[in-house]
């Protein structure tokens, strides 16, 4: 089977993705890649990724709310006794009696509205942007790595599932010697001995073995697949492969120079850093400017009323509880610690330095990522093509082992010779397979594809422009 999917299913994988997948849809045959893009859609570990850019985005909007205007306010009603006189030409009385107490309700509102930071606010405001586009760019390093995971979990499940095939083979030779060995035995001719005999049971019981540990290999991968991508547990997947797919129809991976463009625009890492050093840039600017005011707009408004208090008129006398007052002024805030916004400026600058140095070793290190992930594509053909024209080998050896065992002019010894040279050949040839394909995806993972673009692959590294860097 090639796998190849309908172009109707693509699209409907496509409507999933943008609007979830339903529970319905959990018995559509996936491929490797449609099992990549359902994980993307559903995973936790995206979508902790994701909130952490809200969260950035969050601290954003708090420091861009500096220069939005701020009221702070306090107001109470309570009861007071009555006061007759205003303290300037009459005399002050004050009256406890029940009837003559009364409501006392005051306000008081200041109304700040920031207008200039010296730059304080603007260069806080761009670190926090800075810092959420490097979030973003960490949403993409854990898709990147949940695809990688996906693909190992769906090719390993494939693997196990293209060994049962030749473990059934074997199982149905060795089982035929073996009734034959019995049937020779019994009759008592000496063609068979005791020892033979055994030896074919020994082999039997070896297969019955190994296909019991392929059997619980595939059920075991195959649960892992469903976690990795977050399927519900009353949910159905099938996958559209039964098993490996030939090395003819493994796509091939583009040349060195290509994969090192595409990496150089495509691995998160680079989004990292470049947004990283310029947020460590913006914050240190912004503590280098904390010592300075913050300017500010402001209006004050006093009230105050008790109706049974008489209002003093003049002016200068102190008289909170009948006032009508306030103002509008140009202010200040100023909090001054020099030596603390020092010690923020060298741990912002600190930081610089440490995301310079990944940088550096950034630089060398996805080189080589990409150029050890090619080498590996490279050698697992070379190793598949080989282990190809093993099988063909072991195949015809157990064959005339076989026949020849069956006739009476053969062996037991060559048939269980025969048996695990074909075994080993197919557990070879697999392995050679299943390398192959973990190595492309070795390879999309050190470019930075969290999906496989296909022939598109190549094709879209040629319109890169170069990047400066590697």
């Not at 954003?60 to 006794?81: I, Q």
């Not at 008592?188 to 392929?214: C, F, M, P, S």
Request: hydrophobic letters at 45%.
């Amino acid at each position: 089977m090639t796998g190849r999917a309908r172009p109707w299913r693509w699209i409907l994988l496509i409507l999933l993705q943008c609007v979830g997948v339903p529970s319905w849809a959990d018995d559509v045959p996936l491929d490797a890649e449609a099992c990549v893009r359902y994980a993307l859609g559903r995973s936790p570990r995206v979508d902790e990724a994701q909130a952490r850019v809200q969260q950035w985005q969050a601290r954003l909007a708090e420091v861009e709310s500096v220069y939005w205007p701020k009221l702070n306010a306090m107001g109470f009603v309570a009861p007071t006794f009555a006061v007759h006189g205003t303290g300037a030409n009459t005399r002050v009385t004050n009256d406890y009696s029940p009837g003559a107490w009364g409501p006392y309700a005051r306000l008081q509102a200041t109304l700040a509205w920031p207008i200039y930071s010296f730059g304080r606010v603007e260069s806080g405001a761009e670190a926090a942007r800075q810092r959420a586009l490097v979030e973003v760019a960490r949403v993409r390093e854990t898709r990147n790595i949940l695809a990688l995971e996906i693909r190992r979990l769906h090719t390993l499940h494939l693997y196990a599932r293209s060994l049962l095939p030749s473990l059934q083979l074997a199982r149905k030779t060795v089982g035929e010697a073996f009734d034959k060995a019995q049937t020779l035995f019994a009759e008592g001719t000496g063609k068979v001995t005791q020892v033979e005999l055994d030896r074919l049971r020994y082999g039997q019981l070896e297969v019955e073995r190994l296909a019991l540990q392929v059997e619980n290999g595939a059920e075991l991968s195959l649960q892992a697949l469903r976690q990795a991508m977050d399927m519900p547990d009353e949910a159905t997947l099938t996958l559209a492969l039964e098993r490996l797919p030939s090395l003819d129809d493994v796509p091939g991976v583009p040349e060195p120079a290509t994969l090192l463009r595409l990496a150089s625009h495509m691995r998160p890492e680079w989004q990292q850093i470049d947004h990283g050093l310029q947020a460590t840039e913006a914050l240190a600017k912004a503590e280098a400017r904390a010592n300075a005011p913050i300017v500010a707009v402001a209006g004050q408004l006093e009230l105050g009323w008790a109706p049974n208090r008489d209002d003093d008129p003049n002016p200068y006398h102190n008289d909170p509880y009948n006032i009508v007052a306030g103002g509008v002024g140009l202010g200040f805030l100023w909090n001054l610690d020099p030596m603390a916004a020092k010690a923020r400026v060298e741990a912002a600058k600190a930081t610089s330095a440490e995301i310079q140095a990944q940088a550096r070793f950034a630089k060398t290190g996805i080189a080589l990522q990409v150029r050890k992930a090619h080498q590996d594509f490279a050698r697992q053909q070379a190793t598949a093509k080989l282990t190809g024209e093993q099988i063909k080998a072991a195949q015809r050896w157990l064959a005339f082992a076989a026949a020849n065992y069956t006739t009476g002019t053969g062996e037991a010894r060559d048939v269980l010779d025969g048996l695990v040279a074909f075994l080993q050949a197919k557990r070879n040839h697999y392995e050679g397979l299943r390398d192959l394909v973990v190595a492309r995806a070795e390879v999309l993972f050190a470019v930075g594809c969290d999906l496989d673009p296909g022939a598109a692959l190549a094709e879209s590294a040629e319109k890169q422009p170069a990047g400066t860097k590697p």
